[in-house]
């Protein structure tokens, strides 16, 4: 495996004969399974899920689609909350763990998140929950394809990396917190395997590039929230990867906007909260 920073092009797609999430689902599903449950909505490793936050609202009756569903937890307690609800995922190993823990009362689809397989103004509500958006090299592709399924005043909730956490090494230990790379470097973390085809990526956009890109697709940003670790939840052992409880006493390492796509000819605006 090749990897380091780099420029992904905005049309360049993982492999999947070696992409992370078509031959490492089960494994990931393995390592953080428990926490994430099999039909809980969760919304970051620090511990927010829906059932607390209530960022989607009431979801009785109402059309709605997981954008990066993976194994589709979050789809699945969308449905028992009675919504008429559609996961999909680019990754057949991800869709493939969802059929698996259960899709009877949803509808699952393989596709991309910037060609999305919907008539415009389908949907009541979107959401992504680390799905997609971290992974995607063109935020504005995904925002603009969301806009045009939502109906007009519908829901787009979605949570990705804080862009702060990015200036920092990629480890939960809050001795590493020193400044290792500018904010303003976009190039994204990239894996290759060793004859060039792209397994992995993770993308970097700083906090001024999702509200231009948001409001460039005509939402209206409602809230934007800095999760703190929970007390009594967080990821198994109080570690995911770069995230950590400790850590997360420090520093921001998720970002949630809460948005709503405005009408025709109005000006996105919104405000800004710090917590939930």
């Given at each position: ?56 609202g ?6 709605v ?51 999305l ?7 009541d ?40 956490a ?20 976009r190039r ?5 395997s ?7 990526t ?25 999760p ?8 198994a ?17 998720t970002?949630?906007?809460?948005a709503?796509?405005?009408p ?10 710090r917590?939930?």
């Amino acid at each position: 495996m090749i990897s380091g920073f780099g420029v992904v092009p905005a049309d360049e797609r993982p492999d999947p004969d070696v992409a992370y999430w078509e031959h490492d689902a089960e494994d990931y599903y393995r390592e953080h399974g428990a926490f994430l449950g099999d039909d809980r909505l969760v919304w970051c490793p620090e511990g927010l899920d829906e059932a607390a936050a209530a960022l989607l609202g009431e979801l009785s009756g109402r059309r709605v689609v997981e954008i990066g569903c993976g194994g589709a937890q979050g789809s699945r307690w969308a449905a028992r909350q009675g919504a008429l609800a559609v996961g999909i995922d680019l990754a057949a190993g991800m869709l493939r763990v969802a059929e698996r823990l259960g899709a009877a009362d949803f509808a699952l689809i393989q596709c991309d998140a910037t060609a999305l397989p919907f008539a415009d103004r389908t949907f009541d509500v979107a959401f992504s929950a680390m799905g997609a958006l971290p992974f995607v090299p063109s935020l504005g592709e995904v925002h603009r394809e969301v806009a045009r399924v939502l109906r007009v005043g519908g829901s787009w909730v979605f949570s990705t990396d804080h862009p702060f956490a990015w200036v920092f090494p990629d480890s939960p230990d809050p001795q590493s917190l020193t400044v290792r790379r500018s904010y303003f470097d976009r190039r994204a973390y990239i894996e290759r395997s060793e004859d060039g085809r792209l397994s992995y990526t993770q993308c970097h956009a700083t906090l001024a590039d999702h509200v231009t890109a948001l409001t460039g697709a005509g939402f209206v940003i409602e809230r934007l929230i800095e999760p703190e670790w929970s007390k009594s939840g967080g990821a198994a052992d109080g570690e995911w990867g770069a995230w950590s409880r400790q850590r997360g006493r420090l520093v921001p390492s998720t970002l949630i906007v809460a948005a709503r796509l405005a009408p025709q000819g109005t000006t996105p605006t919104g405000g800004v909260s710090r917590r939930p």
